[in-house]
Structures are given as structure tokens and as C-alpha cells.
């Protein structure tokens, strides 16, 4: 081996060597005359010694566990570059974080490994940003209170080229690649949907060389971990930054100031001054999003609140230390917390405040980089543009859902009163610069905000939003006159009941383009939802259905997969996902199903161990893995999900030396902590299993697990393995979805309706792979004009009243018969507002059809392969190039290589 020169214990090749050096408040280390033995890094990172039979023994089961090609072999694993790796891994380990391996835990060794990835990124963030300096393009900016991240190591390594050099580096020095990947805390920074799609987007537009920023909220507690005890629901804390965050960097020098309350004053000049408010300071901290090999490095730039007020001395020396403190703490709880999601809008002043501060600090981030530009290769001077015409076309504002809808008062504000432009220009480039895309059509969904909780804490926004509802309906009594219908369904401001400002309408009215996020979800919008908006400026409104990023959700989350598509159809699908249609002249190739059926089999098999460990239960891999994942939610009816499990259990119960197909059904999520019904069905599911899974006669035909604090990281290990992909929301109620689009590319059928994206789905697969079931939208608005009577059918059919019947009746919950009562009344005396009992007697009998389907193997795998060749429409890199080709109007800013690039030393690094 080779000596490295660091003040502790280092690594190199399998060895461990103790090197003397001083160093200052740290103890001399001697090093021994003869090297120690080859201790490998064991549990808890602190060495054993072992044999040389045994260490021989275990190398090898290494060697064989260990996939260096992991990433499909694109990579250099020179011996120059594998040293770069453990130099720099060491140096971290040593340097950054002042530890040894006598003392190194695993996730010392992850921090190390992270800060070694990062370092790869820099040179690469450094000269992106410099490029978009350079050449000051037209810049996106996507506002998003949600971020899911999850976990970046992984996605990190794979964009940038290293992940297999990374792992075989590891391997070299004793380390596992994949344990300290697990160490990672999931970014829990979403509840959901919305969240995950903002990630994919960056990775898209990254990918795409697009000069993009996402902007956010840097939460001190993300999403809860959910706990199940007794069946039940528990919220615990989710401190994701206990132990820091390596991918983030602070940047305090771009503290930017928030108000809130105060007054509005009237100038003599005409104008308004906000005064005498409350001053919250955002602090930025930026994470570099990495394209997919293409030198592009994005960023993602997460606010955090900080108080402008500084520790009051006089409050604690005078022993009031509560006092002291608790201005600060006050305004830091802006970004304390994520709120959870659960589809009904409340509205609190915390909320609020976390949405305007978002939009405020951005804001002005954004017109000072506009302000600070360029012009030309030698001019090294920053010249101030002052003229806002051209905003517009520098700056493209997106509005993930209603949430940053305040951006659009706010940037009025700032141009109005703050930069003195006229009303009708700074209206002008406003408009021309936002967009918003629609998420929901739940009408208990959509923000409204109480005039009299803006008028308190935003005073000159309400003002701001009054004068735009003015010319707005002006604008609509033009166009239609003496329809005061009209004007009162278009007006942002809601009279009837408390009075509230319709922050859709907002969005729509202030924005040059809206979009749905799946063709039938678009179609509702223009059609009810917005029909009046649409009447009036049918150009506006467009259709973007929603994308996943296949770097995470293939080819990272599904190495066996990928590496088979790669060896058939090469590796241009991971920035090209069309390209999967080449799958198809393969799905009647023997060799290919087989090799296709033996990679679900690994994945089946990977998380068949980690259900065993992590619930101690058996499944048999060779069952239908049946996977419903989603947040908990009525109208995503997992609730019908459980009353067909009841129903199979009762049908093996009846019959228990009949011929069934063997399931695992794998039910996750989280419920919102305030949401009683949801919290109720996740009892209900455990209690399900708990009779299920115990009861002697069902002989491991059926089994149910909840998979408990349903996240990110879970989600990649889950999706490779799904057989049968659940997407069973009433038809008209889900916008798009992608947990579809994840488990279609992964390769497993779905069973759904024909709501959200699964329409499009349908579209490109076919009816013969696609399981699709239940009313359609048109019917589900006939049933409900007709009149919906779910007791009818709950008296009609036999088996579904026994099902019901036991779950009402304490079957399930012999401690507290009565305690699913409320549940079942749902849907015998509220009305079944989501249509269980409706599409029920359809739901089973094409899910019988689909137990038959899954005895015949390889038929089952061909559909699965034509699934898989039809997903590349479902890349959010096409998602994207639609955004920035037809609302955006955004181009790629290709970065050079940094042996191609000229010598740019002084030029800055834009922030």
C-alpha cells in the first residue's frame, strides 16, 4: 500500500495506517514500527481485524454483492481516478470533519463520501453559473413551497458520472456503498405530488442545460415520520438537519429583508409607503442540482427565516430570559415547519407568512440579478440595468399551484411603489412574466385567504389586489355586459360568507399562460372549474401533463433494469426516454422476457428482505406484489382497496382449499395529522392485516402490509418491485399523478380509472395493458344529477353488504366494536361522496380477471416490456422542453467542457 500524509488514520487499499503529525489542540499521534493489521470498517464504522482466511472469504462475498457498473459501466475506473476518490474521501474524513476510523462512525463516512461528490460538482456549478453570467439569458425562476428531495447521493453521483467509480473506491478502503447511501436522511421538504414534481422539474432542467433556479423554503421539520402504534397513526418530529446538510451552502451575504403588518401610508406624490412593519430576514441557502453528464449545474436556493432583532442583553440580565428570546424564536418559526397537506384549505397566518416570504425575498432576488448583468466577453465591470421593459424577456416566474400566488401583488408592489413605473406598464410586465400551473380541481382545496387576516398582516398587498379585481372586472363587463353573474363568479374578491380573495383567480388574472397538468384534468378546468377565465382568454390556457425524471426512477431506483435496457437499446433513453420504444421488437425475444422476468425477481426478492427485517414478515416473492402507495386520502379510495382485500379474504375464508392467485398487498402514506377520516383508514388497513395475515386458513395466499413513514427513499426501493400498480381514484378527481408514471417505467401493469394521467396511459399501451375499470367523469356527473343512492347497492350485492357488515360490526376491531362506524357511515349515510360502492362490483371483477392474468408468467411480462416501451411520453425532460418551448420561452445554455472553455478566472460566479 501507499502512505498518505493526514494528521490521523487513513485509508488505502483494504489497509489502515496510523501517520505522525502535529497538529495545533490536537494530541501527537505516533505510528507504529510495523503496520497494524487489515482491519475492514465494520458496523458503526469502527474497525475489525480478521484472519486471512476470513478476510479473503469476505472480500469476496463483497465482490460478488457489489455492482461496480452499477451505472451501466459509462464510467473511468482508472487507478488515477479511484486514488483522486480516496484522497479526498480521506481528507474530508480527516480534515472536515476531524475524525479517524478509530472513531469514524458510517455516517462520518457518508459525510465524507458527500463532501468528496461535492467537491466533483463544484468546478462544474461554478462554470454554469459563470456561463449563464456570461451570456444573460432568459433565466426561469419555479416557485414551489415544496421540494421532495429525498436523498442526494445517489442522484448526485449518477448525474456527474461517478457512482460506480465512488463504490469501487469504497470497496478498496472497506466500505459499502449501498449502507452508507441508507444513512442519508430523506429532504423531506413536500407532502407529496407537488413536491416531488418540483424535484424531478430542476433535474429535467438541469438535464436540458435550461439556466433554471428553484426557490423555496429551507424547513427546519419537513413531512412528519409517521409511526404505527396499535395500528394507529403517530406524528413524530422530522429533524432532518440534526446532522447538517453537506449539499447545501449558505450564502448570508445575500440576506434579503421580509415585512409584514405596519401601515400604509398616502405620499404627496401620489404614492404609497409600506412603513412601520414587522422585518423578517431571509436568509438563502443554495443546493447544486446537477444535470445528467452535460457540465450543467443548476440551483436550488432555499430560504430560511431569521429574526433582524439580536439577542436583547438587557432582557436576560435582568433574568427575563423567555423574553430574551422570544422575538427571535417568533419570527424564525416562519421556516419552522412544512405544513401537511390534506387537501383542505385552512387558513392560518403562519401559512400565509411562510407564502409571502417565500414570494418576497425571491422576488427581490430575482430583480437584483436582473439589475446585475453583463455585457461582453472583456467588460469585467457589473452594469445596473434599470429598465424593466425588458423583465420579461429575462425572467420567466412559474407558480407551482396557488401557493406563491402573492408573487404577483408583490412584484407589482416592488415595481410600483419601490421602482416608480406606471400601473399600466408594471401591469404589462407582470403579466408577461408569470405563469401558473393548476394542481387540484377539489374545490375544498383552493386557497382562499380572508380579507381581514391580509388586510392585518399584508395591508398594501389587499390594496394592490383590490385595484387589480377593479380593472379586471372592467375588463369582464367590457367583454360581457350586464352579466353580473359573470362578474361575481370572476371576481377575485368573494363576497358571500367571510369575505376572501380567491388566490386561483389571482393566479389566472395575473399570469400570460395557465395549465393543467394531464389532458383530462385541463379539459375539467376549461370546461367547469375556469370555464369563465377560459371563455374570456381561451389562448391562456394550455395543457402540460406531468413527467418523472428517469435518472432517479429508473436509473437509479432500478439497476437491474436498466442495465438490461442498456445492453439492448444502449444508454441514450436516460436523456432521451422515447428511446425505451425500441423495447418493443424485443417483447416476443424468449432471452429478453426471461432476462426482463429475472430483474423483477431481483427486486421482488430485495424488498421481500427488507419487509422482513423491517416488519418481520414473510412474503413470497413469487406472489403478486399488489402496491398502492399514495398520501391517505378519501378520494384516492384506499378504502376500496381494503374492501376488496376483506372480500378476498372472505372468498378463501369460504373456500380454503381453493385455487387462488397468491398477493401481497402493500399499502403506504401519510395522512394529514388533522385529517380524522384518512387516520381512520390506515387503522382500518392494520387491523385488516393484523386478521389476515394471523389466520391459519388463508396459508399465505394473502398477505397486507402498511408500510409505515411511506417516503422518498422508500418509494425507489418499492416501485422496481411492483407487479400490479393501484391507481384507483374516482374518475375526475385526481389532476395527474406520476406514482403511475414511476411504476409504468419500472415495469408493472396498472389498475385504474380513467382520471389523471392514467387517460394518457390507456392512450399508448393499449386496452390489453391496462387494467381499466370504474365510471368515467361524464358518468360520475350523470350519477351524481341523478341522484346517488350507495345503500341501494349496498342492499344488492351480497358480498359487498358482508364486507361492510364485518368492518361495521367489530370484526375487525373486537376491542372497540363501534370503532369503524363512522367510517362505513361515509358510505351508507354521508352520500359515498367518492363512489366506492358505484365502481366496487367492477373494481373486483377485473381485479379476478387480473389474478388469472398473473398465473401466465411470460404473457404477463410481454404487457409489462409494452408498458415500459410506451413511458418515454411520461419524461418530465419532455414536460419541460413543452414549458420552455410554449410558456417559457426559454433556450439551453450549453456549458462548456472545462477543457474546451477559455480562460474565465476573473469572471464571477453569479449568486
Not at 382562499?448 to 398582516?457: D, F, I, T, Y
Not at 380524522?676 to 386458513?697: E, G, Q, R
Request: charged share 25%; net charge negative.
Amino acid at each position: 500500500g501507499q502512505y498518505c500524509a493526514s494528521p490521523f488514520s487513513v485509508f488505502c487499499e483494504n489497509k489502515q495506517f496510523q501517520v505522525a503529525v502535529a497538529l495545533p489542540l490536537l494530541s501527537t499521534m505516533s505510528r507504529s514500527k510495523t503496520p497494524p493489521p487489515m482491519p475492514l470498517v465494520g458496523g458503526g464504522g469502527r474497525p475489525r481485524s480478521y484472519s486471512q482466511d476470513e478476510e479473503t472469504i469476505n472480500r469476496r462475498k463483497r465482490e460478488q454483492s457489489i455492482n461496480f457498473d452499477s451505472v451501466a459501466g459509462l464510467e473511468d475506473l482508472s487507478q488515477e481516478n479511484l486514488s483522486s476518490i480516496r484522497d479526498l474521501f480521506n481528507r474530508h474524513l480527516h480534515c472536515t470533519l476531524a475524525k479517524d476510523v478509530s472513531v469514524a462512525t458510517e455516517r462520518d463516512y457518508y459525510l465524507s463520501l458527500s463532501y468528496t461528490v461535492r467537491d466533483h460538482v463544484m468546478a462544474s456549478w461554478h462554470r454554469t453559473q459563470q456561463e449563464y453570467y456570461k451570456q444573460d439569458p432568459k433565466r426561469v425562476y419555479y416557485l414551489s413551497l415544496e421540494f421532495y428531495v429525498g436523498r442526494s447521493l445517489s442522484n448526485m453521483m449518477i448525474n456527474m458520472g461517478i457512482r460506480s467509480l465512488c463504490a469501487k473506491s469504497l470497496y478498496k478502503m472497506g466500505l459499502r456503498m449501498e449502507e452508507l447511501e441508507d444513512v442519508e436522511v430523506d429532504a423531506g421538504l413536500g407532502n407529496g405530488g407537488l413536491g416531488r414534481l418540483a424535484a424531478c422539474f430542476l433535474d429535467s432542467m438541469a438535464t436540458l442545460a435550461l439556466p433554471g433556479y428553484g426557490y423555496g423554503l429551507r424547513y427546519e421539520y419537513g413531512i412528519f415520520k409517521q409511526s404505527i402504534r396499535d395500528g394507529f397513526q403517530e406524528e413524530l418530529p422530522d429533524d432532518w438537519l440534526t446532522f447538517g446538510n453537506p449539499w447545501e451552502v449558505a450564502r448570508p451575504e445575500y440576506i434579503l429583508p421580509v415585512q409584514f403588518y405596519g401601515d400604509v401610508k398616502w405620499l404627496d406624490d401620489g404614492k404609497f409607503s409600506w412603513e412601520d412593519g414587522q422585518v423578517v430576514l431571509a436568509m438563502p441557502f443554495d443546493t447544486p442540482v446537477p444535470g445528467y453528464r452535460n457540465n450543467t449545474v443548476n440551483t436550488m436556493r432555499l430560504w430560511s427565516a431569521r429574526s433582524s432583532n439580536s439577542f436583547d442583553l438587557s432582557y436576560f440580565n435582568h433574568g427575563n430570559y423567555i423574553k430574551a428570546v422570544i422575538d427571535r424564536n417568533l419570527a424564525e418559526n416562519i421556516t419552522r415547519v412544512l405544513y401537511p397537506n390534506d387537501n383542505f384549505f385552512e387558513g392560518k397566518e403562519l401559512r400565509l407568512k411562510q407564502e409571502y416570504f417565500l414570494v418576497s425575498a425571491t422576488l427581490q432576488d430575482i430583480i437584483r440579478r436582473y439589475k446585475h448583468f453583463r455585457t461582453g466577453m472583456n467588460d469585467r465591470a457589473a452594469l445596473e440595468r434599470t429598465n424593466f421593459d425588458l423583465l420579461p424577456m429575462k425572467v420567466a416566474v412559474h407558480l407551482n399551484d396557488t401557493h406563491p400566488a402573492l408573487a404577483i401583488p408583490e412584484l407589482m408592489r416592488l415595481l410600483v411603489d419601490v421602482e416608480h413605473l406606471k400601473w399600466d406598464e408594471a401591469w404589462a410586465i407582470c403579466n408577461a412574466t408569470f405563469a401558473y400551473t393548476n394542481h387540484t380541481i377539489l374545490p375544498e382545496a383552493l386557497e382562499r385567504w380572508p380579507v381581514s387576516l391580509l388586510e392585518r398582516v399584508l395591508p398594501r398587498h389587499l390594496m394592490i389586489i383590490y385595484e387589480i379585481n377593479r380593472r379586471h372586472l372592467d375588463h369582464v363587463t367590457t367583454l360581457f355586459p350586464g352579466e353580473l353573474d359573470r362578474c361575481s363568479r370572476m371576481s377575485l374578491v368573494e363576497e358571500h360568507g367571510d369575505k376572501s380573495v380567491n388566490m386561483a383567480h389571482l393566479s389566472i388574472v395575473g399570469s400570460h399562460a395557465v395549465n393543467g397538468v394531464a389532458a383530462i384534468h385541463s379539459n375539467i378546468l376549461t370546461e367547469t372549474t375556469f370555464k369563465d377565465f377560459y371563455e374570456m382568454t381561451p389562448a391562456k390556457f394550455q395543457n402540460k401533463t406531468n413527467g418523472i425524471t428517469p435518472r432517479r426512477w429508473l436509473l437509479q431506483c432500478n439497476v437491474p433494469l436498466s442495465n438490461l435496457i442498456i445492453e439492448y437499446i444502449g444508454e441514450d433513453w436516460i436523456t432521451d426516454l422515447d428511446q425505451l420504444e425500441k423495447l418493443n421488437k424485443f417483447k416476443d425475444d424468449p432471452a429478453f422476457v426471461e432476462r426482463f422476468m429475472a430483474a423483477k425477481m431481483s427486486n421482488k426478492r430485495k424488498l421481500a428482505m427488507l419487509l422482513r427485517k423491517n416488519y418481520g414478515i414473510e412474503v413470497n416473492p413469487n406472489s403478486m406484489f399488489d402496491i398502492h402507495v399514495k398520501r391517505i386520502h378519501e378520494y384516492k379510495r384506499q378504502l376500496m382497496n381494503v374492501l376488496h382485500i376483506v372480500t378476498m379474504y372472505n372468498r378463501i375464508k369460504a373456500n380454503p382449499r381453493g385455487e387462488f392467485t397468491p398477493r401481497t398487498i402493500i399499502i403506504g402514506g401519510k395522512a394529514a395529522p388533522g385529517y380524522y377520516m384518512a387516520k381512520m383508514i390506515i387503522k382500518l388497513i392494520t387491523s385488516v392485516a393484523d386478521v389476515v395475515n394471523t389466520d391459519p386458513d388463508i396459508c399465505g395466499r394473502l398477505k397486507v402490509i402498511f408500510l409505515e413513514n411511506y417516503r422518498v427513499s422508500l418509494a425507489e426501493k418499492v416501485t422496481p418491485a411492483c407487479d400490479l400498480s393501484q391507481q384507483i381514484s374516482l374518475a375526475g378527481t385526481e389532476a395527474s399523478g406520476t406514482g403511475n408514471m414511476k411504476f409504468m417505467i419500472n415495469g408493472a401493469l396498472t389498475v385504474g380509472t380513467l382520471d389523471g394521467a392514467n387517460v394518457e396511459m390507456h392512450e399508448r399501451v393499449g386496452d390489453d395493458n391496462i387494467y381499466i375499470f370504474g365510471m368515467r367523469v361524464d358518468d360520475v356527473d350523470k350519477l351524481k344529477a341523478d341522484g346517488y343512492d350507495p345503500v341501494e347497492l349496498y342492499e344488492a350485492n351480497p358480498e359487498l353488504k358482508k364486507v361492510i357488515d364485518m368492518i361495521r360490526d367489530g370484526f375487525f376491531s373486537p376491542d372497540a366494536k363501534d370503532r369503524f362506524h363512522n367510517l362505513m357511515d361515509t358510505l351508507l349515510v354521508h352520500g359515498d361522496r367518492f363512489c366506492l360502492l358505484q365502481d366496487y362490483e367492477d373494481y373486483v371483477k377485473i381485479q379476478d380477471q387480473i389474478s388469472i392474468d398473473f398465473r401466465d408468467q411470460e404473457a404477463w411480462a410481454k404487457r409489462c416490456i409494452v408498458n415500459v416501451a410506451a413511458g418515454g411520453f411520461f419524461s418530465s425532460d419532455r414536460t419541460i422542453k413543452q414549458y420552455a418551448d410554449e410558456i417559457w420561452g426559454a433556450k439551453p445554455v450549453p456549458v462548456m467542457v472545462e477543457a474546451d472553455a477559455e480562460d474565465e478566472t476573473l469572471l464571477p460566479a453569479e449568486a
